[in-house]
């Protein structure tokens, strides 16, 4: 087991074994699950870890979604880092006024800009991250990935102690070659300023025990938000 990390099962048909030390009042987990299929859809290996990978623009696009807050264009008391490393101030959060169709992660087939992605860097986890650490891009050349549509995974509990809910995506590996994915990531398009569009990494997980794909196959990765109460 890896700091950070508790790695479930590796079998294909996955026996949960709870982190005890985890799944506590309170807490909120992230529950990560990656599959890889042959060409023919048959499964080849599923594994499951726990993490808890946010990071700092997690909390804070989560604070202006539920306070509404729109920062001023000057002493802003928000400032996010998209993807391209750059700090966004001013006003912020636009979505949380009267834009629509914002605050997505569920990018389109072929798009590698937003959603859930997956890369080959190792480099441990920290709060200021703000893009992968080497991201698989989009593609069928060498080291490339074909990213696919997304689908949601809806709200449940178990009626007592917790609730989930999540998104999962499916990658091909049609590169010639085999991709070793190591790091998984979920990233929010938004919005700025109702007129421009910005990416900022909510979670970044380098995971337990990396995926190999082989050429031709697949891997689905779904990330569930995990909430104990």
């Known amino acids: 087991m890896d700091k950070g990390h508790s790695v479930i099962n590796t079998s294909p048909k996955i026996r949960i074994i709870k982190p005890k030390r985890l799944e506590k ?7 990560i699950e990656y599959v890889v299929r042959d060409k023919d859809g048959n499964e080849v290996s ?3 870890e726990y993490g808890d990978s946010f990071v700092a623009n997690f909390i804070k696009i989560l604070f202006c979604a539920c306070m509404k807050h729109h920062a001023p264009d000057t002493g802003s008391v928000v400032t996010l880092t998209d993807t391209s490393n750059t700090v966004r101030t001013g006003s912020v959060i636009w979505a949380a006024y009267n834009a629509t169709g914002t605050y997505k992660c569920n990018a389109l ?14 480099t441990p986890t920290d709060i ?11 593609g ?12 949601i995974v809806n709200s449940t509990h178990d009626g007592s102690s917790y609730s ?3 998104i999962t ?5 049609n590169s010639g070659g085999s991709i070793v994915v190591a ?16 990416c900022f990494l909510l979670i970044r997980e380098v995971l337990g025990t990396a995926v190999t794909v082989l050429d031709t196959q697949t891997l689905t990765a779904t990330v569930r938000i995990k909430c104990y109460c």
């Open 25 to 31: 009042e309170g807490s909120v987990l992230l529950d």
């Open 46 to 48: 599923r594994k499951q």
């Open 109 to 122: 087939s072929g798009n590698d800009d937003y959603g859930l992605l997956v890369g080959t860097g190792i």
């Open 128 to 138: 200021n991250d703000y893009a992968l650490d080497t991201k698989i891009e989009e």
């Open 140 to 151: 069928t050349g060498a080291g490339q990935m074909e990213y696919g549509n997304h689908s």
């Open 164 to 166: 989930y809910a999540g």
């Open 169 to 173: 995506r499916t990658v091909a590996n």
């Open 183 to 198: 790091e998984v990531g979920l990233v929010c398009y938004m919005d700025w300023d109702s007129s421009t569009d910005r």
